[in-house]
């Protein structure tokens, strides 16, 4: 493997849109799409050093939703427990910051 990177990078080329959106699914009459926020990352290390090399990758996956196509169109329905599991931290991040901006005002 002295060209890692090279590997690294034919693999990158399948990630992106075919990692965010799963193979489309029928059933019925009604046609649905997965979608999730997909995040990847890749290190490496010296692989010259005779005391040993590294290198490594891992990734993310986390469900958004799906588009539902039907007679009546084309719509998104959430995923509700990604979106409270990003809302929740979200929203108190935003109220320490609010708080500590409120703070420095009253001064």
Known sequence: MPHIALE??????SFGVTSAYGQTQKVDDAE?????LTLTGFGGGNMDD????????????IP???YVRR?????FEPNFV????VAIPFVWVTGRAL????RAVKK
């Open 32 to 36: 649905f799409t997965p979608v999730a």
């Open 99 to 102: 708080t500590r901006v409120i």
């Open 82 to 85: 990604s979106l409270l599991a």
């Open 50 to 61: 005779t005391a040993g090399g590294g290198g490594g990758g891992g990734g993310v996956a």
């Open 64 to 66: 958004l939703g799906v």
């Open 8 to 13: 690294l990078g034919q693999y990158a080329a």
């Open 71 to 75: 007679e009546e169109g084309l719509r």
